[in-house]
Structures are given as C-alpha cells and as structure tokens.
C-alpha cells in the first residue's frame, strides 16, 4: 500500500504530540491520530507500527525540544543560575505541553533511549554540575537527585496538589531551588 500523499512521520509525529497536549499522553493512539486526519487507520501503517512507535516519535521528539530548550536556557550560565534556568525549562515545557512533558518520561528501550536527546539532558546537566564541583558518584546522585525533584514537583503541581494551601506554588518553587542550591555546594551530605 503506498503512503497517503501527505502524510509523513514527521507530520503524524507533530500531530500526535498535539494530540497528546489536548487529551493526554495516554489517550494517544493510532486510532485517534487516523480519526483527526480523517483516514482510515491502515492509512497510518505505512508512516507509524503501532501505537509505542507513535508514542515512542512523540517521546523522542519532546526530549528534542526539552534539550533544545535547556541549551538556549544554560548558555552563559553556571551554579545557581544555571540550576534555575534549567529548572525553569522543565516547568515551563511542563505547564505549556503537558501531553509532551509526559511523553518525556515515556520509558524508550535502550536503542532508542541512546540515539535520542535523553544523552543530551544528561550532559547538560553534568555541566552545570561542574559548577559543584562534584566527582563521581556524587555527580550521579545529584544528577538522579535533580530529576526527581524537578519531575515530582512538576507533576505534583500539574495534577492541582498545591492548589488549595498558601503560599504559591512559585514562591515554594524558589525555594525549593535555593535549597537544591544549597544542598549542591556543599555536597556531598555528612553520613
């Protein structure tokens, strides 16, 4: 069967990660892909497998833009500059793409994992550990560290969990980065 004249990967790639802003990440499917350009279902089998290879274009993708982002973010920046603007990106990226901040944490076999920008969020982050001055494995740890505390605020906040109490949630998000702060210079903790 030949591909539908105008549909493309990339094309099914950017729609799905629409997709995924309007109704969810988990609510993507192939199925609902063909219903929104209007094409039967077989029509997308040429461009995309299933719907994990849909959703794992859609994960590659907003890792590419995340990275994209945290690049232009870090430039010029070190220590505590650095950790609130890449902060920020994930926040940011979080509130504007919710479909595509979860598509982020899509868990990608190991094959694509390495070819996507995943290796990318990792070296940046690395380099504005740097400015910590930590050594293996603290880097690690604080690496680990970083991306738990941005993701489970983000998706604490995102899910409406600050809503009801004082104070906003940006003043707990400073001061949650002055800590992180803190924390990082003088890493790594006494035992």
């Known amino acids: 069967m030949a591909p539908r004249v105008g549909l493309t990967v990339e094309r099914l790639t950017a729609a799905?990660?629409?997709?995924?802003?309007?109704?969810?990440?988990?609510?993507v499917t192939v199925s609902e892909?063909?219903?929104?350009?209007?094409?039967?279902?077989?029509?997308?089998?040429?461009?995309?497998?299933?719907?994990?290879?849909?959703?794992?274009r859609i994960a590659l993708l907003a890792l590419e833009e995340l990275a994209d982002?945290?690049?232009?973010?870090?430039?010029?920046?070190?220590?505590?500059?650095?950790?609130?603007a890449l902060a920020n990106v994930y926040r940011d990226y979080a509130r504007e793409?919710?479909?595509r901040y979860a598509a982020a944490?899509?868990?990608?076999?190991?094959?694509?994992a390495m070819a996507g920008a995943g290796v990318r969020h990792s070296r940046m982050?690395?380099?504005?550990?740097?400015?910590?001055?930590?050594?293996?494995p603290d880097q690690t740890h604080a690496v680990r560290l970083l991306g738990s505390v941005f993701h489970g605020y983000v998706s604490i906040e995102m899910g409406g969990g600050f809503d009801h109490s004082a104070p906003d949630?940006?003043?707990?998000?400073?001061?949650?980065?002055d800590a992180l702060d803190v924390l990082l210079r003088t890493w790594p903790p006494a035992p």
């Open 16 to 27: 799905g990660a629409e997709l995924a802003d309007e109704v969810g990440f988990d609510q």
């Open 33 to 56: 892909l063909a219903r929104r350009f209007d094409v039967k279902v077989a029509s997308l089998y040429s461009h995309v497998k299933n719907s994990h290879d849909l959703k794992t």
């Open 69 to 84: 982002r945290a690049a232009d973010a870090l430039a010029g920046r070190a220590g505590k500059d650095a950790l609130v």
């Open 97 to 99: 793409h919710p479909g």
């Open 105 to 112: 944490q899509y868990r990608l076999d190991p094959e694509a």
């Open 125 to 136: 982050t690395r380099a504005l550990l740097r400015g910590y001055d930590l050594d293996e």
């Open 169 to 177: 949630t940006q003043e707990t998000w400073s001061r949650v980065l």
